[in-house]
């Protein structure tokens, strides 16, 4: 079959396979599969472009997004993509895919990912990672980057902590009214944009006696989590 066999544990000898066509096709490793010690299948790629731009450009070892995206297939996989940033856009760096998005797994496969860098990963500085990691609003991401790469300063993007707050007030269980979800989006706004910690501070401890916020009492743990965040 041309796309692999459905079944899962034919698929993934497919998919060793095909894993191991596309290493020799290329003349090195550049995939491979691995399995968690609970089950969980991971597979990390780093094709030949994304190596010569982990050795060539210099912004590879500043910074890394990681990006994740769910429901890729029948197997609910989630895909992990690395960035860097340039005038063009992202740039690739490496690739995770796996069965499951806990810290354990997301961590086994960054640490395979490191067994396909070349010598000179993240422009020389292989093993301590670029100088900055920004991922997703993700507990479980940020655990496995801080377990992979404790010298990386971890980051909170600004797009994906507004987007995980909106889904938060949308969440019907947070019995959160229409009316008061754009002033409370606001208030994490406002405290997302502080230049200092002390603005910062300010923002926050003005959001706790708003009367909007003290009726969304749950919302001062988000704020809470964002201050703390906000600080590394």
Request: glycine residues 6%.
């Amino acid at each position: 079959m041309e796309y692999g066999h459905p079944s899962e544990t034919k698929m993934l000898f497919d998919l060793e396979s095909k894993l191991s066509a596309y290493n020799s096709a290329q003349g090195e490793e550049c995939s491979n599969i691995g399995t968690t010690d609970d089950g969980q299948t991971v597979v990390t790629i780093c094709t030949p472009l994304m190596k010569r731009i982990h050795e060539l450009w210099p912004y590879s070892g500043e910074m890394c997004f990681l990006d994740s995206s769910g429901t890729m297939d029948r197997q609910n996989c989630r895909v992990f993509l690395l960035l860097t940033h340039s005038p063009a856009g992202g740039l690739p760096l490496g690739v995770i895919v796996t069965s499951s998005e806990t810290a354990s797994t997301i961590t086994y496969g960054l640490e395979k990912l490191k067994n396909l860098f070349p010598n000179k990963a993240f422009y020389g500085r292989c093993i301590y990672g670029p100088q900055i990691f920004m991922p997703d609003a993700c507990s479980a991401e940020r655990m496995a980057l801080h377990n992979t790469y404790p010298t990386s300063c971890l980051l909170l993007c600004t797009f994906h902590a507004i987007e995980a707050l909106w889904r938060w007030l949308w969440d019907q269980k947070n019995h959160i009214s229409n009316n008061d979800r754009p002033p409370l989006l606001y208030k994490l706004k406002t405290m997302m944009y502080a230049k200092t910690i002390p603005e910062l501070e300010e923002q926050y401890n003005a959001a706790l006696t708003d009367v909007v916020c003290q009726r969304g009492c749950h919302a001062h743990i988000e704020g809470e989590d964002f201050v703390q965040n906000k600080g590394l």
